[in-house]
């Protein structure tokens, strides 16, 4: 990632805390643990949710089968323009998570396999959590996979312990994994099964 990316990022936290999560992007560490767990052979249809500068989306395009399909939803505007810089190839829909359904029928998809998610959980309402998973739930098909993580001081916060619970009720299957220390904040990730 160059230095205009990381300070786009910097810039992005200062003036969209809420929205961005973070003060520095997603290391590689953490871009590792989102997706080694991630049964690529059965895929065929992946989204990536706030892939913000591109710090998962290129271990994603790495690992993807050549016949699956890509693309992700990202609202912030100057992170948008970094990834096209980046992946010009990407599929990028500058929508709200909350409209997933709406991309899939633009991308001529009813169902995806997995969704991984940069998303900030724990900066969210308990209505925005509810709708945002409840649009993912409208897509993902079942037996599909959910990566997302969490940053451990967001574990402590009422809106990330709901969101850990809420996990439970919409998924048969939650992991947790160990502490990415080598990622700023530090962080752990879930992984989800419908």
Not at 88 to 110: A, F, N, T
Not at 113 to 121: E, I, S, T, Y
Not at 136 to 155: H, I, K, S, W
Request: glycine share 6%; hydrophobic share 45%; with cysteine.
């Amino acid at each position: 990632m160059s230095l205009r990316e990381q300070r786009d990022f910097l810039v992005q936290f200062l003036f969209r805390p809420a929205g961005v999560g973070a003060v520095a992007p997603s290391s590689r560490h953490l871009a590792q643990a989102m997706v080694e767990w991630i049964d690529w052979s059965e895929l065929r249809v992946v989204v990536e949710y706030g892939p913000g500068t591109g710090a998962f989306t290129a271990d994603i395009l790495a690992r993807l089968p050549a016949e699956a399909r890509f693309f992700a939803l990202e609202i912030n505007p100057t992170f948008c323009e970094a990834l096209h810089r980046r992946f010009p190839e990407l599929r990028i829909y500058r929508q709200s998570v909350q409209e997933v359904d709406q991309v899939c029928q633009q991308e001529g998809v009813s169902q995806v396999d997995a969704v991984l998610c940069g998303l900030p959980w724990a900066a969210f309402s308990h209505r925005e959590q509810v709708a945002y998973l409840d649009a993912m739930f409208r897509v993902l098909r079942p037996g599909g996979q959910f990566v997302t993580f969490a940053y451990l001081q967001g574990l402590v916060l009422p809106a990330g312990r709901r969101f850990r619970r809420r996990l439970d009720e919409y998924f048969s299957t939650v992991e947790s994994s160990r502490t990415v220390w080598r990622n700023l904040p530090p962080a752990i990730v879930y992984r989800c099964r419908r």
